[in-house]
């Protein structure tokens, strides 16, 4: 007798509920069975925003990309286009830290490559000596023997080391709170391989690119700009997904999956507590490291490559703060802080200036990050400590003086997936072991991206695989 396909969601985060809403979509003709678990009381994931004394703080993500179009086509479809807002044009810049001062990046530097000479000539983030090594990355030829190669190495053999001291390592560093000399250029930025590729050189890459890139900004990103978020924070996406699946998927908050157990009929008994159940599909959206610890019963290796996925942790301090307490405008996004300053942050995110209404007025918003692959030690520190910690260099580095208005921590342990040298194949790896056991989808951060669009592409392409291999199976 045909019944409809379980499938078990693990995991009520960004991809999770993503991939929850996916299978509701899908399911019109012949809708499947739906559960959603969460071991946390609430979902989200490390999507949390918090309204605290007329400030709307993010604990997690803050915003995403736009010019990934998953999270923005999610949006369209909950009806949430209009509630999205740009980042403020007006102080749409960044700050490095240089000796210990804030100095502004160059306009247009974007990421490693300098798209317009002339602010990098007059910046002063670089020596004289730095600029003309730079510069010589236009008269240097190709390598072509690269298959994968570290952030640090590329950077180093373009453009020299006082780039990646000064610049890249911070820039990059606050994306993925990684180790440049690790991380792999292949699976978090290959575009710039493929500008060495293609052009020889990546400033001649982004000067050709220039123009092409000015006429489909107008075209299309420049609604948003490069980031957008919602007027409500970013909490707003995690409850119209919450309220959209509420009818077709039974969604369990307190809910941690102890347990998997293939059956010898196909599918899958998930443990949860005192209860068990049997699945068809089950789609994990948790770390991968944890994935391990569930399928390592009956899936050795699989789960041995699983745990090749480092993962960093990181600490933010979201503070509230009377503009008159700080001495710096803080005309900009924020201050990334090169590891050469030996400085104890990673990077401060000015939030008031990057998007309306999270303080109030004559207030600032601040968000302050601690630890990451660089200085794992510092995430050891007590809640107190941080906050000593950072009170301290807030002051040393922006003037912030006074009494905050609040100071609020979240803790991030193992959250941040490292995208090492390797990780595409690695991820090969994983999928190839995977695939010795049918019904098991594999979602969120640590694959193809780290990003919510990423998590929120992949969460929907495994409910459109868990759907699709429906065609080749009876279920029965
Ligand atoms: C500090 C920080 C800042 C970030 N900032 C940004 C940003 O500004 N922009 C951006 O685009 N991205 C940002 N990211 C990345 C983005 O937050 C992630 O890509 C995304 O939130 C990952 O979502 P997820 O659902 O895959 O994982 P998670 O959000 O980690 O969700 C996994 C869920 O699974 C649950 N769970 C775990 N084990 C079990 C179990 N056994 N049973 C049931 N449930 C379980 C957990 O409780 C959790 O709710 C940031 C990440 C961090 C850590």
Redesign the pocket.
Same mark, same amino acid.
């Given at each position: 007798m045909n019944r409809s396909l379980r499938i078990a969601v @693990?995991?009520?985060? !960004? +991809?999770?509920l993503a991939a929850a809403h996916r299978l509701v979509e899908l399911g019109h003709a012949t809708p499947p069975q739906i559960t959603l678990?969460?071991?946390?009381p609430r979902l989200?994931? =490390? @999507?949390a925003t918090q309204q605290i004394q007329g400030y709307t703080l993010e604990l997690? $993500?803050?915003?995403? !990309?736009t010019n990934k179009p998953w999270a923005v086509d999610l949006c369209r479809r909950l009806g949430l286009e209009e509630q999205l807002i740009p980042t403020d044009p007006q102080y749409r810049r960044s700050f490095v830290l240089r000796r210990g001062k804030p100095v502004v990046v160059p306009d247009g530097f974007q990421l490693m490559t300098p798209a317009r000479i002339w602010p990098v000539l007059t910046s002063s983030i670089f020596s004289w000596w730095g600029k003309l090594r730079m510069g010589c990355e236009y008269f240097l030829p190709a390598r072509r023997d690269v298959i994968d190669e570290s952030l640090a190495s590329f950077v180093r053999r373009r453009f020299g080391q006082e780039v990646l001291e000064r610049l890249v390592q911070p820039l990059v560093g606050g994306i993925y709170t990684s180790d440049p000399e690790k991380l792999s250029l292949r699976a978090t930025l290959p575009r710039f391989l493929d500008m060495e590729q293609r052009f020889g050189s990546l400033i001649r890459a982004s000067r050709a690119a220039a123009k092409t890139s000015d006429r489909s900004e107008q075209a299309s990103g420049a609604r948003y700009g490069l980031f957008a978020t919602h007027a409500g924070g970013t909490a707003q996406i995690v409850q119209a997904l919450a309220s959209k699946i509420s009818d077709m998927a039974e969604v369990i908050t307190h809910?941690?999956? +102890?347990q998997v157990e293939p059956l010898s009929s196909g599918g899958y008994r998930l443990t949860c507590g005192a209860s068990s159940r049997e699945f068809d599909r089950v789609i994990f959206? !948790? $770390?991968t490291y944890?994935i391990a610890d =569930?399928v390592e019963p009956f899936a050795t290796k699989f789960a041995q490559a699983l745990r090749e996925i480092e993962y960093a942790s990181?600490t !933010?301090v979201v503070s509230g703060h009377k503009f008159s307490d700080v001495r710096h405008p803080l005309d900009a996004f924020g201050l990334v802080v090169p590891a050469i300053e030996k400085r104890r942050i990673l990077a401060v995110s000015f939030t008031s200036r990057k998007f309306p209404n999270r303080a109030p007025d004559g207030c600032v918003q601040l968000r302050t990050f601690v630890g990451g692959a660089m200085q794992p030690e510092l995430f050891l520190l007590s809640d107190d400590e941080t906050k000593q910690l950072v009170r301290e260099e807030l002051r040393d580095l922006l003037g912030v003086g006074g009494v905050p208005d609040f100071e609020v921590i979240?803790r991030?342990p193992r959250?941040?997936p490292q995208y090492h040298v390797g990780h595409i194949d690695r991820v090969a790896r994983i999928r190839e072991l995977g695939r010795q056991y049918p019904g098991i989808f594999l979602?969120?951060?640590a694959y193809d991206g @780290?990003? =919510?669009?990423?998590?929120i592409h992949s969460g929907e392409l495994a409910a459109e695989s868990g759907i699709q291999s429906k065609e080749n199976e009876t279920v029965s």
């Open positions: @693990v995991g009520g985060g !960004i +991809t999770g678990f969460e071991a946390s989200g994931g =490390l @999507v997690g $993500p803050d915003s995403f !990309i809910a941690c999956v +102890t959206t !948790i $770390p944890q =569930l990181t !933010i979240a991030y959250s941040m979602a969120g951060s @780290v990003g =919510l669009p990423d998590s």
